[in-house]
């Protein structure tokens, strides 16, 4: 009876190919599994930091010309803080728990809006300035969970907050 079939060493060549042909498989998917992992964790770490660094402070309000409040913000974090791009405000402001317009004091027309670590911006609010005996209570929130409020409160002297 005269049989043909493969070789033992091209049986055994076949079968070391296959071997590692599943290795290297395995390894691009965990390669490319485990850069996933971390760029997410790093993606969690980096946010958490941000959050961790990020703070502004509502340095005093007071009675504009306008009639309104307006108020000095300083960023007391330790990154940049950005405030709008592109027509699109990361800002939001709360007068007695309701929204409420802001613009800026001192930029005209910015497409970014941004606030250095120790800078100081005036925001003019479209909230006006409390009649004697009576107070407003504002909220200044943005991105990375920062927040900061003031009450400005009206007592027939003082026109700041």
Do not use: H
């Not at 005269?2 to 998917?29: E, W």
């Not at 990020?54 to 340095?59: F, L, M, N």
């Not at 929130?141 to 409020?149: A, D, K, L, V, W």
């Amino acid at each position: 009876m005269n049989r043909k079939g493969i070789t033992p060493v091209i049986a055994t060549s076949l079968l070391i190919l296959i071997a590692v042909s599943a290795v290297a498989t395995a390894a691009v998917f965990f390669r490319n599994t485990t850069d996933d992992i971390t760029g997410s964790v790093n993606d969690q770490l980096s946010e958490q930091q941000r959050i961790e660094g990020t703070s502004i402070s509502v340095e005093r309000g007071y009675n504009n010309s306008n009639g309104n409040i307006s108020l000095k913000i300083r960023n007391t974090g330790r990154y940049v803080i950005s405030i709008e791009e592109n027509d699109q405000k990361y800002w939001s402001l709360f007068a007695d728990g309701r929204p409420n317009s802001f613009s800026y004091a001192s930029y005209s027309s910015p497409s970014t809006v941004s606030l250095d670590t120790g800078e100081v911006i005036t925001l003019q609010t479209d909230v006006g300035y409390p009649s004697s005996g009576s107070f407003t209570r504002l909220e200044l929130q943005g991105r990375f969970e920062i927040e900061s409020g003031i009450v400005c409160s009206n007592n027939g002297g003082s026109q700041n907050c």
